[in-house]
């Protein structure tokens, strides 16, 4: 039932990632004038000869006199096979400039996830047994902050707080010596001790959601008659508490990876371009801003991809913790 | 006593007259944190309103002198020489110094100079709304050759509270005119999914949840880089809002969705039904009345998400652009680390944003508290 349950909605997902290819592709072709013009503009202003034959062989290749089912067609068969078109900014394929910035920013997700997890359920579990106490306060004021200040504002400040007040510069994901340095055992050291202040900057109002979730769901089990009867037979409090509201008012915790994802990486794009981290996010902003729209189609795309699949895996995680959702 | 016809009509109490409005209202006010963000929402609907007469100055003149001078204090006791004083609001004029190796300034108030504030004094003309022509302000230097910064200036030397100001009513404009048109998608959509169900409903859903699982930055990053660089503002400012509610639609759909299908099988719009209502009457005379409180909440708890949407896309110089003045634009000079370490009152349209985003948040939860006044769960 279980494994039925898995296939289907693993099969649900295909259709979704296909839907998201289109909105890529159409965000591609969107600007006026296809790439191919930008481009001369570009070599023109700076002075260089355009070159009318290498413009028509770019035309060709990407099929930018044929209609729009057709360029998709070409675009899309193309990606398949793991080829993203060329950056006519960078002058090199997509697909070299891409896969180590998604690396990151999918790590810098999922770390922000599990530590958004094992802040807010605590915190959560609290605020709902100490309910209107000073910590179910402090918590609830902290997740309004969370709610109501854009991450990118709390970057600044954290970073203005670093430069005034401790000289040090908070932005980037490596020490500069690291920077360029190929993948070992010390660079993975460097990132640790970096990763952790986009966490805490892109986790804050995950968390302010999450604990709200959690206080909230978890208030509504504590009331219940069985809640009493486990009293009544002499359980200890933090055993009935964690055996047995905690774990019915996880459901719908697990159910908001669902919507956090997404979540997160959307505030990903925006911190990582107030901090300079190599993720996906600056590269996306700066080939948007040049129309470089391959770079930026294969980003969007691939993005999208991963919050698609964020969405299935929360599904199946709901579905392995909650029996009742598989026999919907 | 005349003998009651129906026993039932003895137990009523004034609140079984009062409307659906005063209950609500009722409900509503005992929320006090609910209450005061209507007030300060209210303030930055007021602000908004008659930016070009609260601003103390026109937002876009440059001072060439003035860069990124610092904020000052306003006193409001004046004494003279011979030790009496009058009440007159001032503030000291500061003093420049420049440092000979870096050319940065430093500013240093001199006890010396006052530049004296008048209220409802002249100072530069604007035309309010583009149609009444005025040079009053609430509040500017009675001697219109001097100028004072309670916000600060930025790196063109432009006033800050003026931008602040006239930031307010395109941004707070743009989250209201936003989720209407959200609501007016959604209201469409989530009606014909809720009223109708079967496969409209089915299409519809798969629509929300594919909308709702992509991430909304990237979408709206890459529509707006599609957008002509050399539109003109205002339409600039149009195209923005139609793309946030492009993406922002699915939120109100599902709550107008939840509403029909909760409705549909209520007894009242049954009867109605079976009246002979037409079905927009059953819809629009019946059912509408008792969705509207839930949809007045669920639009108050989207504006402050659309007002940060548009802060982010203009932050990232891919939503409105300069000369529109709106929150985001005023952060994006608040970006590099050099300029907000010296001039850290940059950060101040940041606060308008927390803090309306706030006092709508609040305001929501009220009104969504209070949406069903018949609800005796003792909230």
Same mark, same amino acid.
């Given at each position: 039932m279980l494994l039925n349950y898995i296939i289907r909605r693993t099969l649900w997902a295909f259709p979704f990632m296909f839907a998201a290819s289109i909105v890529a592709f159409a965000l591609i072709t /969107? %600007? %006026?004038?296809d790439y191919v013009t930008t481009f001369a503009q570009t070599l023109s202003q700076s002075g260089d000869v355009v070159d009318e034959t290498r413009l028509a062989a770019l035309r060709e290749r990407y099929g930018l006199d044929q209609p729009f089912i057709i360029q998709y067609f070409r675009w899309i068969s193309g990606v398949l096979v793991g080829d993203f078109g060329i950056s006519f900014e960078w002058q090199q394929p997509v697909a070299g400039l891409i896969w180590e910035r998604l690396g990151l920013s999918f790590i810098l997700e999922i770390s922000t996830l599990i530590f958004a997890w094992g802040l807010a359920l605590p915190i959560g579990i609290y605020s709902a047994i100490r309910k209107y106490s000073v910590g179910d306060y402090v918590a609830s004021v902290i997740g309004f902050i969370g709610l109501a200040v854009p991450n990118f504002l709390i970057a600044l400040v954290l970073m203005y707080i670093a430069v005034v007040h401790f000289g040090t510069d908070v932005s980037g994901l490596f020490s500069p010596e690291y920077r360029q340095a190929p993948w070992s055992f010390d660079k993975f050291v460097n990132l640790l001790t970096h990763i952790w202040i986009p966490i805490i900057i892109l986790g804050t109002s995950t968390v302010a959601g999450l604990i709200r979730i959690m206080r909230a769901n978890l208030l509504d089990e504590l009331n219940k008659p069985y809640v009493t009867t486990a009293r009544a037979k002499g359980l200890t409090e933090f055993n009935l508490i964690l055996k047995y509201p905690v774990r019915l008012a996880l459901n719908p915790f697990v159910s908001t990876i669902g919507w956090a994802f997404p979540q997160l990486i959307s505030g990903a794009v925006i911190t990582a371009y107030v901090l300079a981290l190599p993720t996906s996010g600056p590269l996306l902003l700066q080939a948007l801003l040049a129309q470089d729209m391959y770079l930026a189609g294969a980003f969007i795309l691939l993005l999208c991809c991963f919050s698609i699949i964020g969405m299935l895996v929360s599904d199946i995680l709901l579905a392995i913790v909650d029996p009742r959702i598989r026999f919907r | 006593m005349a003998t009651v016809a129906d026993p039932r009509a003895a137990e009523l109490t004034a609140d079984a007259h009062a409307s659906q409005l005063v209950l609500t209202w009722r409900a509503f006010r005992k929320h006090k944190l609910a209450l005061f963000s209507a007030i300060v929402v209210l303030l930055f609907a007021i602000v908004g309103i008659f930016a070009e007469f609260l601003a103390p100055f026109d937002p876009n003149v440059t001072t060439s002198k003035d860069l990124y001078h610092p904020p000052q204090g306003i006193h409001l006791i004046d004494t003279a020489e011979d030790g009496s004083w009058s009440v007159r609001p001032f503030v000291y004029a500061m003093k420049v110094t420049r440092? %000979?190796?870096? /050319?940065q300034s430093s500013y240093a108030p001199d006890e010396n100079r006052k530049i004296y504030l008048g209220f409802f004094a002249e100072g530069a003309s604007y035309s309010m709304w583009g149609l009444i022509p005025s040079n009053r302000h609430f509040v500017t230097t009675v001697n219109p050759a001097e100028r004072f910064y309670l916000f600060g200036t930025d790196r063109l030397g432009r006033d800050v509270l003026s931008r602040t100001i006239h930031g307010t009513r395109i941004s707070m404009s743009i989250g209201l005119l936003g989720v209407t048109l959200s609501l007016i998608i959604g209201l469409i959509l989530g009606g014909l999914s809720g009223y109708y169900g079967g496969t409209i409903d089915m299409v519809v859903q798969r629509l929300v949840e594919l909308i709702l699982s992509l991430p909304t930055i990237p979408i709206w990053l890459g529509l707006s880089a599609a957008l002509p660089q050399d539109w003109p503002p205002l339409i600039r400012y149009f195209a923005i809002t139609v793309i946030l509610s492009l993406v922002g639609w699915t939120e109100l759909a599902r709550v107008v969705r939840g509403r029909f299908l909760a409705l549909r099988t209520e007894d009242f719009v049954t009867a109605a039904r079976l009246d002979g209502g037409s079905q927009l009457r059953v819809i629009f005379r019946h059912m509408m009345p008792s969705m509207f409180s839930h949809i007045i909440a669920s639009v108050t708890l989207a504006i402050p998400a659309m007002i940060i949407a548009e802060t982010a896309l203009s932050f990232l110089g891919l939503g409105l652009m300069p000369p529109t003045i709106s929150w985001g634009v005023l952060l994006k000079e608040a970006q590099n680390v050099r300029s907000i370490a010296q001039a850290p009152w940059l950060f101040i349209p940041g606060g308008a944003v927390c803090l309306a985003v706030l006092a709508l948040n609040f305001l929501g939860d009220g009104l969504r508290d209070a949406a069903d006044p018949y609800s005796n769960d003792g909230r």
């Amino acid at each position: 039932m279980l494994l039925n349950y898995i296939i289907r909605r693993t099969l649900w997902a295909f259709p979704f990632m296909f839907a998201a290819s289109i909105v890529a592709f159409a965000l591609i072709t /969107l %600007p %006026p004038g296809d790439y191919v013009t930008t481009f001369a503009q570009t070599l023109s202003q700076s002075g260089d000869v355009v070159d009318e034959t290498r413009l028509a062989a770019l035309r060709e290749r990407y099929g930018l006199d044929q209609p729009f089912i057709i360029q998709y067609f070409r675009w899309i068969s193309g990606v398949l096979v793991g080829d993203f078109g060329i950056s006519f900014e960078w002058q090199q394929p997509v697909a070299g400039l891409i896969w180590e910035r998604l690396g990151l920013s999918f790590i810098l997700e999922i770390s922000t996830l599990i530590f958004a997890w094992g802040l807010a359920l605590p915190i959560g579990i609290y605020s709902a047994i100490r309910k209107y106490s000073v910590g179910d306060y402090v918590a609830s004021v902290i997740g309004f902050i969370g709610l109501a200040v854009p991450n990118f504002l709390i970057a600044l400040v954290l970073m203005y707080i670093a430069v005034v007040h401790f000289g040090t510069d908070v932005s980037g994901l490596f020490s500069p010596e690291y920077r360029q340095a190929p993948w070992s055992f010390d660079k993975f050291v460097n990132l640790l001790t970096h990763i952790w202040i986009p966490i805490i900057i892109l986790g804050t109002s995950t968390v302010a959601g999450l604990i709200r979730i959690m206080r909230a769901n978890l208030l509504d089990e504590l009331n219940k008659p069985y809640v009493t009867t486990a009293r009544a037979k002499g359980l200890t409090e933090f055993n009935l508490i964690l055996k047995y509201p905690v774990r019915l008012a996880l459901n719908p915790f697990v159910s908001t990876i669902g919507w956090a994802f997404p979540q997160l990486i959307s505030g990903a794009v925006i911190t990582a371009y107030v901090l300079a981290l190599p993720t996906s996010g600056p590269l996306l902003l700066q080939a948007l801003l040049a129309q470089d729209m391959y770079l930026a189609g294969a980003f969007i795309l691939l993005l999208c991809c991963f919050s698609i699949i964020g969405m299935l895996v929360s599904d199946i995680l709901l579905a392995i913790v909650d029996p009742r959702i598989r026999f919907r | 006593m005349a003998t009651v016809a129906d026993p039932r009509a003895a137990e009523l109490t004034a609140d079984a007259h009062a409307s659906q409005l005063v209950l609500t209202w009722r409900a509503f006010r005992k929320h006090k944190l609910a209450l005061f963000s209507a007030i300060v929402v209210l303030l930055f609907a007021i602000v908004g309103i008659f930016a070009e007469f609260l601003a103390p100055f026109d937002p876009n003149v440059t001072t060439s002198k003035d860069l990124y001078h610092p904020p000052q204090g306003i006193h409001l006791i004046d004494t003279a020489e011979d030790g009496s004083w009058s009440v007159r609001p001032f503030v000291y004029a500061m003093k420049v110094t420049r440092d %000979p190796m870096t /050319l940065q300034s430093s500013y240093a108030p001199d006890e010396n100079r006052k530049i004296y504030l008048g209220f409802f004094a002249e100072g530069a003309s604007y035309s309010m709304w583009g149609l009444i022509p005025s040079n009053r302000h609430f509040v500017t230097t009675v001697n219109p050759a001097e100028r004072f910064y309670l916000f600060g200036t930025d790196r063109l030397g432009r006033d800050v509270l003026s931008r602040t100001i006239h930031g307010t009513r395109i941004s707070m404009s743009i989250g209201l005119l936003g989720v209407t048109l959200s609501l007016i998608i959604g209201l469409i959509l989530g009606g014909l999914s809720g009223y109708y169900g079967g496969t409209i409903d089915m299409v519809v859903q798969r629509l929300v949840e594919l909308i709702l699982s992509l991430p909304t930055i990237p979408i709206w990053l890459g529509l707006s880089a599609a957008l002509p660089q050399d539109w003109p503002p205002l339409i600039r400012y149009f195209a923005i809002t139609v793309i946030l509610s492009l993406v922002g639609w699915t939120e109100l759909a599902r709550v107008v969705r939840g509403r029909f299908l909760a409705l549909r099988t209520e007894d009242f719009v049954t009867a109605a039904r079976l009246d002979g209502g037409s079905q927009l009457r059953v819809i629009f005379r019946h059912m509408m009345p008792s969705m509207f409180s839930h949809i007045i909440a669920s639009v108050t708890l989207a504006i402050p998400a659309m007002i940060i949407a548009e802060t982010a896309l203009s932050f990232l110089g891919l939503g409105l652009m300069p000369p529109t003045i709106s929150w985001g634009v005023l952060l994006k000079e608040a970006q590099n680390v050099r300029s907000i370490a010296q001039a850290p009152w940059l950060f101040i349209p940041g606060g308008a944003v927390c803090l309306a985003v706030l006092a709508l948040n609040f305001l929501g939860d009220g009104l969504r508290d209070a949406a069903d006044p018949y609800s005796n769960d003792g909230r």
